[in-house]
């Protein structure tokens, strides 16, 4: 047992080295005295501690160093223990002849404690008659509170040694529920959770069982998420001195920042902003999908910034993944092999090209993986693209193309996605009305793809379906800047059969003109006119209509009136025959009018025909006084000059379409060719629309995407 006195001695003369805190057992605090005894430091707390010790009382010692000696003497010398209902009676205490006591092990100590819970073991006279020894009671009940234990460092399972007799009760408890895989809620005492952790270590070197282990240190980890990091770093040191498959992999799977998150060794998770990661939920992901999709960021722009797009990419991208095998043409081989062929190929570019500064190899695998992967996808973004009609496309070429390793990945691996892309073509779903207004706002010509096959489907016998889609395009390009062409050219196309639906859509495409930036205001052509319009009435009618429609800009009226534009305006008249006969003795030519005014409709026809032949030609023109708005100027950064901003401004003017020949004639008069102008300005405008080129080709003609004409000004 220790002295105080002693320690108190030692302290004051043997401070500096730290023998008193050795002779306390605190061999820790002793060992840091010892490391810096060359300072005056330890000297100073040496007699600090000599201080403690001289006014510490003997209880306050006793209780503070001397509390397990006192109970294991206690129990070594205690009377016998006899449960109430033993039939033994008490032994007297035999008397202790040598003071020393024995050193004495857990074991011993353990032992000891279960012979005092257990009345079938019976000290006599220091003679134990063992009828049965249980190291676990399993007779303990369920715990209704944990046993307070206060928190201290843990440094290995011999920490249970400073544990009451109720804590190393509930101890054994607890370890035999977690042997029996349950979880005990230690509410917060991790001591306990501690000292577990180094016996299932100290275990574990008997049964050499790794995945049991591992099994173990999760369920350790749900108990008590302190102990997670210990439990990561050891498991991946034993992983690391096995060589057995399961290990391998697992050392290679743990090591990986997304399982350290998922096991919650790290709050961060690293594929927060992944596609898996975002998506698992919404699509039902399994864990395989999750892993394709988390294997590199996906890059926004403004086509997967629409998220009914983005989930078509998706979708189609795990598809392709999926089926990629069935079209492998070579034999023994495989999507996998294909991507370790690649990964080589990188990593020997990278060995050939030290330059470069790669040399850790696990990092050269990560990114040469993620550019395979990536690549694919933006492939099939553009497949998605083209069917969803966004006529944009990104640049699909392998990152590594030097050494040609662009062209062997087209060949091995590029052309399969495409014949998979091809075979899946008539299940990609069509976009939502959401997701149509999005792709139409930044595609202003997007409609007419549409509008081209209700032309090719057009039963002139059943034009219902036409009018219906032209109504569903309405719906879906409210976002369209030029959403008033539509019904422009609905209505040119619809005339030959409805003139009522004919003149209701250019009564619409006035509407939406006037809601437009500049009012376009064109009108119908010649051929047309004359079809709609029998005679001059129905025509100055429909100006009136047009006139009131941009002065009250009220479509639904318009539509009203539209209606009854063909409806005969008859008139009444009543006429005094006597007075008659009299005026055409006066004017006989009056009268001929009379006559003329009175004909049947067929009569009307044969006018309305003499009306058309007399009157000239020219095309419906309403004079409107129409606010001109100012075009605001582009951002300074765009360093345009002269023949650039005109070209500019001239596809501006024109809903940013200009044909090729157009271009040609405007360059050449200012001393360029065309696709010397085209490039310096899709060159100007390289980094402010991200490497998108802002004039592109199409077909005969220039266009502009009207939602990068708007990144360019102020």
Known sequence: MRNKTTASILAFFLGGLGIHQFYLRNYIRGAIFLLFSWTFIPILFGFVDFLILLVMNEDRFNDKYNKDRIRKSSNINRTSYIPSDSKFKSIPEKKIINPTIPSRTFEDERIDFYKSKDSSIVDVNETSFELNISLIDSNVGDYEEVPYWAHSYVYSFDALDQASLEQKEFYFYFKKKFLENEFIDVDGNTNYAFVLYFDIIKAYEDHNDIELLERQFLLLGEICPKTKNYSHSTFKNLLSKRTDTFSTEKLSEIEKPAYQFEQGYYQYD???????????????????????????????????????????????????????????????????????????????????????????????????????????????????????????????????????????????????????????????????????????????NRWKIEFSKLKENFDKNNYSDFLESIIHLEEVNQKNPNIEHIFYEASKFIAKYDKVKALQFYAKYIHYDLKSKKFDYKQMNKTIQKSLFKNEVQIENFKDIIAKL?????????????????????????????????????????????????????????????????????????????????????????????????????????????????????????????????????????ELLEGEPLIEEEEENYVIEKFYYQELEK
């Open 270 to 444: 690293p594929d927060q902003y992944k596609l898996g990661r975002i998506y698992k939920s919404q699509l039902g992901l399994n864990e395989n999908e999750v892993l394709l999709l988390n294997k590199f960021y996906s890059q926004s722009n403004v086509f997967t910034s629409i998220e009914g797009c983005l989930i078509a990419v998706v979708n189609q991208y795990l598809f392709v993944l999926k089926s990629f095998n069935k079209f492998i043409n070579e034999e023994n081989s495989s999507f996998e092999k294909e991507v370790e062929f690649f990964k080589k190929k990188i990593k020997q570019f990278y060995k050939d090209n030290s330059e470069y500064g790669y040399s850790n190899i696990d990092y050269i695998n990560e990114i040469a993986e993620t550019e395979i992967y990536q690549t694919i996808f933006r492939r099939i973004e553009n497949f998605i693209r083209h069917e969803l009609g966004h006529t944009r496309k990104l640049k699909t070429d392998f990152f590594y193309n030097l050494h040609n390793l662009d062209k062997e990945f087209d060949a091995r691996i590029g052309e399969i996605v495409d014949k998979v892309n091809k075979s899946n073509k008539e299940s990609i779903v069509q976009p939502d009305k959401k997701t149509q207004i999005l792709l139409n706002a930044q595609n202003v």
């Open 550 to 686: 941009i002065e009250t800009r009220d479509i639904g009226s318009a539509l009203e009136e539209i209606l009854v534009i063909y409806v005969p305006k008859r008139k009444k008249i009543k006429l005094d025959r006597t007075e008659i006969q009299e005026v055409a003795k006066k004017h006989n030519s009056t009268v001929e009018l009379l006559n003329e005014y009175l004909l049947n409709d067929e009569e009307d026809e044969t006018l309305s025909e003499k009306i058309n032949k007399e009157s000239n030609e020219e095309e419906i023109e309403i004079v409107v006084a129409v606010e001109s708005i100012s075009e605001s100027p582009f951002k300074q950064c765009l360093n345009f000059n002269k023949t650039q901003i005109g070209i500019l401004q001239i596809m501006q003017a024109n809903t940013l379409v200009i044909s090729q020949s157009e271009v040609d004639e405007f360059a050449l008069k200012n001393g360029m060719f065309k696709n010397q102008l085209i490039d310096s300005i899709n060159e100007i405008c390289f």
